[in-house]
C-alpha cells in the first residue's frame, strides 16, 4: 500500500480552501491515529455482502438508478459497477452500500480503487439517515450534518477529490469545503480515504496524512451512517468499469484517551484561524 508525505499550497478563506499537494511516494501502510481501537470491520472477503450490516443503496440520484445488482464482492472487495443501461427512465445505473447500525464519535477509514469514467461521482460519506427512503419525521427539524471524508467527480481531472462538512438545518452552510489536486492519476492505484469524527474537531486523512482539522464545536452532533457509494452526475457520463472498495474500518477510543488526544488539536483551533495546518506528520 503505497502513503505519501503531503506538503500543502494552501489559499486561506473562510471555510473554504483550496489545497494543491506536492507528493512523494514512500512504500508504507497507512493505519489508524495513535490510541484508536478496532470496533468494526468489513474486510469483503465473502461471498456476498452482509445484509445483517449493510442495506443497499437505492433509487434515483443524479443522472443514475442505483441497483443493488450493481454491487458485487469479488476477490476481497466490493465492486460497484457503473453502467449505460436504460432503467426506470435513467440512461445510467450505479449503486452503493449503507451501513445499518449507526455510529458515533471515532475514526473511519476505507481502501478503494476509483473509476476515471466521465461523469461518475465516487464518495464516502456520511447521513443522519440511513437511506433516501428512511422518511423518519423526526428529521425534518433535527441539527443534520453530513461528512463527506472524499468526493472524486471524474469531470474533473483524475488527481483530484474533495472532502467536507454539510449541516444542513437550520442553515446550509459548509462548516469545510476543500479540494485537493495530487501530482499523480488517483484511478491509477488504491488511495486510503479516512475521518476522525469527535464532539469538538473533525480530522480528514489522506493515505494516513493528516490534511485539516475542522472546528465542530458549534455544530450538530449525532449518529452516523456509513456510505461508499458511485452515481452518475452527468448526462453524457462514460461508464468504464467499476469502484472497488477493499474494505471498511471503525475504530473507537476510550474517554480518557480522548481527553489526552484533543488537547493538542483543541489548542490549535482555539489560537489560529481555519483553515488549521496539519499537525501530524507535516
Known sequence: MK???LLPLREM???????CLLVFQIQVNAQAPVGYKLSWSDEFNATSLDTTMWKYRVGV?????????NVTLE???VMINLKKETYKNQSYTGGGIITKRPKKYGYY???VKLDGGYGWHEAFWTSWMSGFDDKNPAYKNMDRLEIDCFEHYAEYANNYFTYGAIQWWPIKKNANRDFVTVNY??????????????????NYYFNGKLLKTVDVRKLAKHDL????SCIAKKPDATASGAVFFDYLRCYEMSDAAYKLRKKKFIDQLDSLKLPVKSLEGM
Open 3 to 5: 502513503e505519501y508525505l
Open 13 to 19: 478563506r473562510p471555510f473554504y480552501t483550496i489545497v
Open 185 to 202: 492519476d488517483l484511478t491509477a492505484g488504491y488511495q486510503v480515504f479516512g475521518f476522525e469524527y469527535t464532539p469538538d474537531y473533525l
Open 109 to 111: 477509514e476505507t481502501r
Open 61 to 69: 440520484s443524479g443522472t443514475s438508478y442505483q441497483r443493488s445488482e
Open 225 to 228: 451512517y456509513l456510505w461508499l
Open 75 to 77: 476477490d476481497g472487495k
